[in-house]
C-alpha cells in the first residue's frame, strides 16, 4: 500500500521561496502518475501541478507557471515541489496525490486513490 508523506511548508514573505517534498513508501513512485494541490480555508483542493507516470512530463496551473517546478529523484521515492515567487494567494494546505495511471496525469482531486496529510505553506509579510 503505498504511503504519502508531505514535508517542507512552512512562512515565508512575498518572493520567497520553498520546497516542497513528498515521500512514498509502500511501493515506487514510478508506478504512478503525481499531483499536487492546494487547499485554502473554506475552499477545495486546486490541482497546481502533476506528474506523468514516466516522470519526463509536467503540467503547471496557468497560476505557478513559471514560478513552480516539479521533479522526482533518481531513486523515485521522492517528489518535490520548488516554488519560487511565492505570492500570498499561494498560500495553504499543500497535498500530494498518485493515482496508477499508465498515461498522462490529472489536475483534478477526484482523479487520486492516495493522498499524504499535507503540509502547510503561508506567504505573509
Known amino acids: 500500500q503505498l504511503q504519502l508523506v508531505e514535508s517542507g511548508g512552512g512562512l515565508v514573505q512575498p518572493g520567497g521561496s520553498l520546497r516542497l517534498s513528498c515521500a512514498a513508501s509502500g511501493s515506487s513512485l514510478g508506478n504512478y502518475a503525481i499531483g499536487w494541490f492546494r487547499q485554502a480555508p473554506g475552499t477545495e483542493r486546486v490541482g497546481v501541478s502533476c506528474m506523468f507516470k514516466g516522470g519526463s512530463t509536467t503540467m503547471y496551473a496557468d497560476s505557478v507557471k513559471g514560478r513552480f517546478t516539479l521533479s522526482r529523484d533518481n531513486g523515485k521515492t521522492t517528489v518535490y515541489l520548488q516554488m519560487n515567487n511565492l505570492k500570498p494567494e499561494d498560500t495553504g494546505v499543500y497535498f500530494c496525490?498518485?493515482?496508477?495511471?499508465?498515461?498522462?496525469?490529472?489536475?483534478?482531486?477526484?482523479?487520486?486513490?492516495?493522498w499524504g496529510q499535507g503540509t502547510q505553506v503561508t506567504v505573509s509579510s
Open positions: 496525490a498518485a493515482v496508477s495511471q499508465d498515461f498522462g496525469c490529472e489536475m483534478g482531486a477526484l482523479e487520486y486513490d492516495y
